[in-house]
């Protein structure tokens, strides 16, 4: 059981907006606003698409944002493209003792 | 354009010690501000955070692996490494370096190496 609960699975057509929810407590995303976001194709290693909440690194289209309400954080794909197809990953800071937690991870799928 | 490179055996017998070293270029160990780490995928599951370590030698560790981890760090040879004692077949997975500026900041990763555990 991962720490941060993220829905298994989504879908969206392309040019439609998707949203996927990153749920913990107040221990981990409630806590502090060090929650990023990993994109990951298959075969492939995840790829940083958002870090602080809401931070896109250079690279990242806008069409990717971040927010956080309470104990859960949110990724924003907005005109979906094909490519956008792939698992994505939340991670959250969780305290000196634990530290870093990830979601079990959320499979986009574009119609 | 910092590049990391896991390296290892690719199959490791139960009970005994899984050994990988990420090999960093385009940047060095030694120039302090990042964490090296360890993050790994069990087959068709999701990410664990498994350590890092400064380049100073601290360390930080999964509470639900410290037991039985050790990542070192070798500024020389621009490397760091990662000890995983006991294993069984749970540990069989992708493992990942991977360089972090901050909490969750995990950027760039290596290529990941699958390792099995098995008789």
């Known amino acids: 059981q991962s720490a941060l609960t993220q829905p298994r699975s989504v879908s969206g057509s392309p040019g439609q907006s998707v949203t996927i929810s990153c749920t913990g407590t107040?221990?981990?995303?409630?806590?502090?606003?060090?929650v990023s976001w990993y994109q990951q194709h298959p075969g492939k290693a995840p790829k940083l698409m958002i870090y602080d909440v809401s931070k896109r690194p250079s690279g990242v289209p806008d069409r990717f944002s971040g927010s956080k309400s309470g104990n859960t954080a949110s990724l924003t794909i907005s005109g979906l493209q094909a490519e956008d197809e792939a698992d994505y990953y939340c991670c959250s800071y969780a305290g000196s003792y634990t530290l870093e937690v990830f979601g079990g991870g959320t499979k986009l799928t574009v119609l | 354009q910092v590049q990391l490179q896991e390296s290892g055996p690719g199959l490791v017998k139960p009970s005994q010690t899984l050994s990988l070293t990420c090999t960093v270029s385009g940047g060095s160990i030694s120039s302090g501000g990042y964490y090296w780490s360890w993050i790994r995928q069990h087959p068709g599951k999701g990410l664990e955070w498994i350590g890092y370590i400064y380049y100073s030698g601290s360390t930080y560790y999964n509470p639900s692996l410290k037991s039985r981890v050790t990542i070192s760090v070798d500024t020389s040879k621009n490397q760091f490494s990662l000890k995983l004692s006991s294993v069984t077949a749970a540990d069989t997975a992708v493992y990942y370096c991977a360089t972090s500026s901050t909490s969750c900041v995990f950027d760039p990763w290596g290529q990941g190496t699958l390792v099995t555990v098995s008789s």
């Open positions: 107040s221990s981990d995303v409630g806590g502090y606003n060090y």
